[in-house]
């Protein structure tokens, strides 16, 4: 049975963070019921609001990031703003922090100082190389990120340049370990010993824990694996083909998958061919093998191709572009598309909430809010502050 409360009802974030790796990782936080207080500065904003794409000059990157989030302003280079910040942080489970080491400690919001303040606060600090080591002090974007990690050498054609995702790949998988993270040390805070600890998330670190092989392939077989185009290197067949009104990716990497797809493409014979007849074999004939499935899927339809594959329980798909993902029936069964009503945009489509929960779902209440749009509702119910004391603040440039 669904309930109405959400998992993490009552667990307060302080959100210190810009961009997309810590916005993501308190968005997934929001997404489940935690009270996520965005701290921006009282002049623009998060830069994230100036995004494209934009849409009557409202950033769609800030709407769906920020959603269900509070906004409040605060000026941290005030010596009164980081008391602010002090005594929200004091009153917080979660804070999460994506600034070039050392700036918060200048500005006496580093760990020590606020764990001393509050022992079960959980911090989380994102940057580009880490607290340690001797890259710390560089600034990191994601770009840099991805390069440096071994992702972008792996991606891209072998004949081609190495390329670089077409999104912020490196702070959106960061914010999900930071996510994560967050749980984890949570969990220790409430089952274990009720404090909190620091989380120290870089944004090549996640990437290259995803290169699950390549170490020891190096280490133990003096290997450095190469660009392979869409192909696996360990298993075939899996890439790309094209029909004749469209692309299919397929992946028959076991044995029983390639003999589903054999048979299907009236190709017994391709079972008992040397060149074919198991894994290994077929990763070494790789150029042959993907030649002869291409010829049979380029003079077909794409629909009944697909519906061949499907009836023989071959594994592939189509490859949709977001316009098709928006009609498509199982993105819809699923929920992975939802509108939110906004006050500035009307009715915003985006992502749903993922993963699925049987009794505790997340949801969106709303989308990314205006900037300071929550200062009453936080600085007078989490401080107690009065309208007075908030209008002076202001006119002096704090919040």
Not at 30 to 36: I, L, P, R, S
Not at 72 to 101: K, W, Y
Not at 149 to 169: E, K, Q, T
Request: negative net charge; hydrophobic residues 40%; proline residues 7%.
């Amino acid at each position: 049975m669904v309930t109405d409360s959400q998992m993490l009802d009552n667990i307060v974030v302080l959100d210190l963070t810009t961009i997309v790796s810590g916005g993501t990782t308190t968005s997934v936080l929001a997404d489940f019921g935690a009270q996520v207080i965005k701290v921006e500065h009282p002049q623009g904003g998060d830069p994230l609001r100036a995004w494209e794409p934009t849409k009557d000059g409202v950033s769609l990157w800030w709407k769906v990031v920020s959603r269900n989030k509070q906004s409040i302003t605060l000026n941290l280079r005030d010596p009164r703003g980081q008391q602010l910040a002090r005594d929200l942080a004091a009153r917080a489970d979660v804070l999460v922090e994506n600034f070039r080491p050392g700036t918060l400690e200048r500005w006496n919001l580093g760990y020590d100082a606020l764990s001393a303040l509050n022992p079960k606060l959980v911090m989380v600090r994102i940057s580009g190389f880490g607290q340690t080591g001797p890259y710390r002090d560089r600034p990191g974007f994601g770009t840099v990120a991805e390069a440096m990690s071994g992702f972008v050498a792996l991606s891209g054609f072998p004949d081609g340049p190495p390329l670089l995702p077409p999104m912020p790949l490196a702070d959106e998988v960061a914010g999900l370990f930071g996510a994560a993270a967050t749980l984890m040390a949570l969990y220790h805070r409430d089952q274990r010993d009720g404090r909190g600890q620091m989380i120290d998330v870089s944004l090549y670190e996640p990437l290259f824990r995803l290169l699950i092989p390549y170490i020891p392939q190096y280490a133990l077989l003096g290997e450095v694996q190469q660009r392979a185009g869409n192909r696996f290197p360990g298993a075939a067949p899996r890439n790309m083909y094209r029909a004749r009104d469209g692309w299919t990716a397929i992946s028959a990497t076991t044995q029983r998958t390639f003999e589903r797809l054999a048979q299907t493409m009236g190709r017994p014979d391709l079972l008992t061919d040397p060149r074919f007849a198991d894994n290994a074999s077929r990763v070494a004939n790789v150029n042959e093998l993907d030649a002869i499935i291409q010829a049979w899927i380029a003079a077909q339809p794409l629909d009944d191709l697909l519906r061949s594959l499907e009836e023989a329980e071959t594994v592939a798909g189509p490859v949709y572009d977001v316009a098709r993902i928006m009609t498509d029936p199982q993105f819809q069964a699923r929920g992975d598309v939802l509108t939110v009503k906004d006050g500035e945009l009307g009715e915003i489509p985006m992502p749903g909430v993922i993963p699925k929960f049987s009794r505790t779902p997340g949801r969106v209440a709303h989308a990314g809010p205006r900037l300071g749009e929550h200062n009453e509702a936080v600085y007078g119910g989490l401080l107690g502050l009065g309208a007075t004391a908030l209008a002076q603040l202001a006119r002096e440039g704090v919040i």
